[in-house]
């Protein structure tokens, strides 16, 4: 089952669910010490549990920069799959292209688009057509 960014009617497609959870489970235990939603409510806590209305659009377009610029800081090697049991590993292991050279790159859509970019642009059409922002299976 594959899990999007839904505006409607717009659908942005990202990929697994597990493949959802490894991004805010690395940014819960990388950028936030584990305190999940401690540095990055609205994006960790709003729109991760219950979506966003848009006139959250710009907090959580912040709180994506600042998440982009700390995971370009970091390795890919130093992702999280899942934050409740560490142990896990993404189902490919270590083996991902040589054009993933930090954290920021790492996470990219079943389609093949930046996750980080593809969040911005559903932000942005939140905000434009002035209706909620949720995470979606299909």
Known sequence: ????????????????????HSFFSTIA????????????????NELFIDGIAPAQGDAVLRELAVIKKELSALPPDQVIWD???LSKQPPWGTGIASTINNLADYFV?????????????????CIRIQKPLIIRSI
């Open 109 to 125: 859509t079943s389609d093949g688009k930046k996750l980080i970019a593809v969040f911005e642009t559903a932000i942005d059409t």
């Open 83 to 85: 934050i409740d049991d």
């Open 29 to 44: 235990y990388r950028l936030e010490g584990s305190e999940w939603g401690s540095r990055f409510p609205v994006l960790m």
């Open 1 to 20: 089952m594959a899990v999007g960014l839904f505006t409607a009617p717009i659908f942005h497609v990202i990929g697994t669910g597990d493949f959802l």
